[in-house]
Nanobody, 125 residues
Framework: QVQLVESGGGLVQSGGSLRLSCAAS????????MGWFRQAPGKERDFVAA????????AYTDSVKGRFTISRDNAKNTVYLQMNSLKPEDTAVYYC??????????????????WGQGTQVTVSS
């Protein structure tokens, strides 16, 4: 089992920044990569970004490229999502998730097997 706990969400004005954290515990060695997803009200859960634990390769959805940065601290078993230039359309519940197998970084929810409880991000206009 891998346990994931997100933090760092909140309310921010358009153009502002937030940094989300995802602390992982348990069988971390069984995790190949970590991803961030988000789900807005009435919409499906969408991929945001992913990073591998080992070589640090990253992937982003087009709408956040240049604004969001995913990173990891292997010593702390923690993954971060730095979100800059936030827009109202970024408003959603953000979830982190663990991908068990590679070699490619997963961009769909069914490639991940453990999920956190989510943290709310609200961007006001």
């Amino acid at each position: 089992q891998v346990q994931l706990v997100e933090s760092g969400g909140g309310l921010v004005q358009s153009g502002g920044s937030l940094r989300l954290s995802c602390a992982a515990s348990g069988r971390i060695f069984s995790s190949y990569a970590m991803g961030w997803f988000r789900q807005a009200p009435g919409k499906e859960r969408d991929f945001v970004a992913a990073i591998s634990w080992s070589y640090g390769g990253t992937a982003y959805t087009d709408s956040v490229k240049g604004r969001f940065t995913i990173s990891r601290d292997n010593a702390k078993n923690t993954v971060y999502l730095q979100m800059n230039s936030l827009k109202p359309e970024d408003t959603a519940v953000y979830y982190c998730a663990s991908q068990p197998r590679g070699p490619r970084l997963g961009t769909t929810g069914n490639e991940y097997n453990y999920w956190g409880q989510g943290t709310q991000v609200t961007v006001s206009s």
